[in-house]
């Protein structure tokens, strides 16, 4: 989610950059093949039939409404400031038929003294504070907005009790990251600090569908030679595991407005825009996956 000035690849030239990367062909052919669910073993499921947040009230729940940072610190130079229905008296979170939205609206007059002049409000979910995995499959079912200035994302992070010292970013698998005004595009990117500086690996996947008139499944699976990524269950492309990606990671999803990377909202982009999940999965695997 933490955007450089990075050279962006399409998936057309993925097979030539993985021979760059020192990827075998034969290996690279393996792990085209569809997403096979009975080879893996669900460790983590989300179905959303209610929301658990967890707050001071509820400090066991499942999902926490800010980044390991303060709700104070805005990344990218975004718009929009993430708000608690505890903390803030207002939700930008809803479950319905056991689908959850993520609302981004212009700012409420009543927030306007407490979301830092920030002019829309939104909503970040993570599972920092209670489920994390090393390796394995990560899943998000979803249907992301359109409209110019909206960023929906779904990306893992290593899991740490507080920021390291002497890191301005962390190492991070972006799984799906869609820009509303790209309606048959979303991007995958690997960030990783191995070489002592922050360094991307962005992967551009144009489709023939418009992603968002429906749900669709994205995934990776991260193994500790591969990152490959898959669209409802098909290969899109693969890239070698830093050597940094060594820590459990924990699940971030939530909808940006504005910013470095979209733009700023215009007079076409629609309130409230709705990012909808439908279900959010890990897996391991059983042994026996390609």
Known sequence: MKKTITTRYSVAVASALALL????????AQSKKPLVDSCWSMSFEETFDELSLRNAASPDG???TRYIWGRDVIINNEQQFYVDPDEHGYSVFSVDDSVLTIAAVPTPRALRGVVHGQPYVSGVLTTEKSFSQKYGRFDI??????GQGLWSAFWLLPSFDQWPAGIAVLPEIDVMEHLG?????YHTTLHTNQTGKLTSHPYDHRT????TKAFHTYSVVWTPEYVNWYLDGEFKVRHRTPKDFTRPVHFLLNL???GNWPGSPDGSTDFPAKYQIDYVRAWTDKGNCS
Do not use: F, I, Y
């Open 208 to 211: 023939r569908t418009d992603l």
């Open 21 to 28: 990367c020192g990827l075998p062909g034969s290996s690279l």
């Open 141 to 146: 079912r979803a249907k992301v907005p359109a």
């Open 62 to 64: 499942l999902w926490h």
């Open 256 to 258: 940006a407005v504005g």
């Open 181 to 185: 005004h790209e309606r048959n595009t």
